[in-house]
C-alpha cells in the first residue's frame, strides 16, 4: 500500500519537469541464441529492438494520434530501462524480455530459426561535447524463447 | 462556461482519453487485457455521464492498479496526469460543498497552469536550453523522434534554437495569459497545437489527448476568480 501511495504522489503533487535535462538516451539491443551458455559479447549479432521507421508520412502521425500501441510500448520499454540502470528490478527485466520474445513470435518468427535463448542489452547514447558516445550498461539473464511469460 | 459544464465536459475528454489509452491494450497480454476491457467501458459509461461519481471512483482504482502492474506508469506524464484530472474529479464528487467542489476543481486549474511555467522555468535555467543545444540533442539523438527522417533536424541548429525559445517564451508567459479571456484562448489553442506537434514528432499521443481534458478547469478557474466582477 506505501509502495503504490509512493507511486501515486508525483502524480498529485507534480513536479512537471519535462525535459529538463537531455539524459544520456537507452537503446535495447537483443540476441539469439543457441544454447544458455553465454559466450563473449562480440560472438553474437545484437540487433535493435524495434527500430523506428525511416519516416512517416504526415496522414501516418494523423493515424497515431488515435491508434499507437506500438510507439507507446516502446516508450514503457524505455522507461524499464531507465529503471534498470538506476537500479535494476526483476520486474523491467522481464517486461523488457516478455515484449522481446512476443514481437519475435508475432512479427519475426521466421528469423528465430534454430535459436533458443535470447538476451538483451542495453546501451547508453550520450553527447561528449560534439561527438556521441554509446556505452553498454547492462545485460540480461538469458531467458529460454520457448518459456514465454503468457500473462 | 458554469462549474457545472465544465466539469462534465473534463468527463467526456477524460472518458474519450481513457478509452482511447485503452483500445491501444486490447491485443495486449491477458493480464493488460484484464485490466483495460473494464477501463475501457468505465471511460464510455463516464463519456456518457452515468453514474459519473462510482465511475470517476472504479477508473481511480483501476489507475493504481495499473500503477502496481507497471511499477509505475505506462506512459509517464500523461499517465500522470490522467491520475491528477481523475483525482481531481473524484474531488469534486466527494467534497461536501460547492466551495471545497471549487477548490477541488482549481487545483487541477492550477496544476494545468503549473505544468507549463514549471516545464517554462526548468529549461530557462539550463544554458543548454538557451543555447538551443538541448532541442538539438533531442533530434540528435534521443528516444523520441518518431521515425529516423526527424533526426535530420538536430542539423538545423538555427531553427532549433528559434524553436527551444518559442516553446520557453510561450511556457513562461502562460500565467499572464489568464489575464484575458481572448488571451487565454489562443494559448489553449496554441497550447493544444504544441501537444499535436510533441504528438506528430515524437509519437507521444496520449499527452495530447489528457492535457486537453484539463482545459476546461481552466477556462471555469479564469471567470470565476481572475475575470469575474
Known sequence: ?151 | MNFDDAVRLTEILLGFAFAQQSIEHFKSFPNEQRLFIPRFVLAVLLMIGFQTAWVAGLLFLSGLAMLHRFQGPYNGGSDRMSLLVLFCLCLVYLAPTQRWQEIAFGYLALQLVFSYFFSGWVKIVNPEWRSGRALCDVFQFSVYPASESLRQWSKSPRVLFVMAWGVMVFELIFPLLLLSRISLVIALIVAAGFHFANACLFGLNRFFWIWISAYPSILWFQLRFITAN
Open chain 1, 1 to 151: 500500500m506505501f509502495h503504490i501511495l509512493k507511486l501515486l504522489l508525483p502524480a498529485v503533487i507534480p513536479s512537471w519537469r519535462f525535459f529538463d535535462v537531455i539524459a544520456p538516451s537507452p537503446r535495447i539491443q537483443f540476441a539469439l541464441l543457441n544454447s544458455a551458455n553465454a559466450p563473449s559479447d562480440n560472438d553474437y549479432e545484437w540487433c535493435e529492438f524495434r527500430p523506428r521507421p525511416a519516416h512517416l508520412s504526415f496522414l501516418q502521425m494523423l493515424g497515431r494520434m488515435f491508434w499507437n500501441p506500438e510507439r507507446n510500448e516502446s516508450l514503457f520499454l524505455v522507461s524499464c530501462a531507465e529503471r534498470i540502470v538506476q537500479q535494476p528490478t526483476q520486474h523491467s527485466e522481464d517486461e523488457i524480455l516478455k515484449r522481446i520474445i512476443a514481437e519475435l513470435k508475432t512479427n519475426h518468427s521466421d528469423s528465430t530459426g534454430e535459436t533458443t535463448h535470447l538476451q538483451f542489452r542495453l546501451l547508453l547514447v550520450q553527447r561528449q561535447d560534439s561527438r556521441l558516445q554509446q556505452q553498454v550498461v547492462f545485460h540480461s539473464r538469458i531467458q529460454s524463447l520457448s518459456t514465454q511469460d503468457k500473462t
